[in-house]
């Protein structure tokens, strides 16, 4: 007979006639089990406000932290242009993130096709003279004059609504073999390399982690996700090792066998702010020349102003998106709007981890921005996206009284 208690039960083996209970520790699948299970219980609605209310924060706290860098590198006729930037840019991108919800997964789906080829084309233009821009070396934006763009940033909200769109159509069929998911290998593989080729390993890295998580979470085998891409991948890594030398210096600098003054900086940087920091606008490293200390490299400012308190509170405020975004896609009936809201936030949440693991010197170098608080328009928007479009999976699901009873 199992007790009340929710970590572990009470249970009489069949074996043990003298009436010898044993204790039994429930495992970390069965807990999950037990969370989708309460949680298609809980109102969407509510999750969905909790996220919308966590990237408003992000957002907020990302415009402090811009208006402190530009306070303190800009000229001051160039500061007051610089931060009522950053304000329209927050707004737009609030905006957007509302429209998103409005919109919603549903009335985007029978668009998906077509965007998927749109952003095919897009990520080949990145090549083009004269349409695609080369910064630093990489082909990964489209300058179209008004507007820059990475494309890259894009293909990963609609790769990802591509594959959930393709696994719920498959139904059943879709982990039976190789052949219902080839087109699905086929589509990231393709995605993949095209970023590869702009010398974006990074972000072909994320992307195709998305589109695996979203494509496993959507019944596809693990043995034909592990037997296809993942060789594949690892060849790719294999031969950017080997032969470009922007990779080669990048590994280099993560094994200790080159020097990089801007991973340096920015430890430095989260080491001066101790426990509370030095205060906003006081930092000193962008004094030093650390290159794209509000973009790519943006966390170790927030440590350096916050200190250890500041940075705790940014990774709790995401863990918090993360969290609510979870029980958000459980709540969420339709199969379509909670697989694709889970492929969306978790882009979000690999992002998050690939900047603070390469400013804490855990990974190699990378251009990553931080989601709602970096410098960058694309991110962004992108990340509104991701998040609005989640937000709107919930708000069209019923609400909680007219939603059928919870078995538990």
């Known amino acids: 007979m199992l007790t009340q208690n929710p970590f572990r039960t009470m249970a009489v083996e069949a074996g043990a006639k003298q009436g010898v209970r044993v204790e039994r520790q429930w495992t970390i699948f069965e807990r999950f089990s037990d969370l989708t299970a309460s949680s298609r219980a809980r109102d969407p609605h509510t999750h ?121 159509r498959l139904g059943p069929q879709v982990g039976q073999g190789l052949r219902p998911a080839l087109p699905m290998l086929a589509v990231t593989a393709a995605f993949f390399l095209l970023i590869v080729g702009e010398v974006d390993l990074g972000g072909a890295l994320i992307l195709a982690c998305c589109l ?27 031969v950017a090792w080997m032969f470009v030398p922007y990779v080669q210096r990048r590994i280099g600098m993560f094994l200790g066998h080159e020097t990089s003054t801007q991973v340096q900086e920015g430890l430095a940087a989260i080491g001066r702010g101790g426990l509370a920091g030095l205060g906003l606008s006081h930092g000193v490293a962008r004094n030093r ?47 379509f709007l909670s697989l694709a809201s889970f492929g969306l936030l978790i882009s979000i949440g690999l992002q998050v981890m690939v900047h603070v693991q390469v400013v804490s010197g855990l990974a190699p170098p990378k251009g990553m921005t931080l989601p709602f608080i970096s410098h960058g328009g694309t991110s962004l928007f992108v990340s509104s996206l991701c998040a609005g479009l989640a937000i709107g999976s919930a708000l069209a699901a019923p609400p909680r009284s007219t939603r059928a009873p919870s078995p538990i």
């Open 48 to 168: 969905a406000m909790r996220v919308f209310a966590v990237v408003a924060a992000l957002m907020g706290l990302g415009f402090l932290v811009q208006a402190s860098h530009a306070a303190t590198t800009m000229a001051p006729d160039r500061f007051l242009p610089t931060l009522i930037e950053q304000a329209l840019l927050r707004a737009g991108a609030l905006i957007a993130l509302l429209a998103a919800a409005r919109v919603g997964l549903n009335r985007l789906r029978p668009c998906i096709p077509a965007l998927t080829v749109l952003v095919l084309v897009a990520l080949v233009l990145c090549y083009v003279p004269g349409v695609g821009a080369s910064k630093n070396g990489s082909w990964r934006w489209i300058d179209l004059g008004v507007v820059a763009f990475q494309p890259s940033e894009l293909a990963r909200v609609i790769a990802v609504l591509w594959i959930a769109d393709r696994c719920v």
């Open 212 to 238: 695996l998580a979203t494509m496993f979470v959507g019944g596809v085998s693990a043995r034909q996700l592990v037997g296809t891409l993942v060789p594949m991948m690892g060849a790719a890594l294999a």
């Open 289 to 335: 020349g650390v290159p794209y200390l509000d973009s790519d490299f943006v966390f170790a400012q927030i440590g350096e102003e916050f200190g250890w308190l500041g940075m705790l509170l940014v990774l709790g405020l995401f863990a918090a998106l993360l969290w609510n975004g979870l029980l958000l896609v459980l709540s969420v009936s339709d199969r």
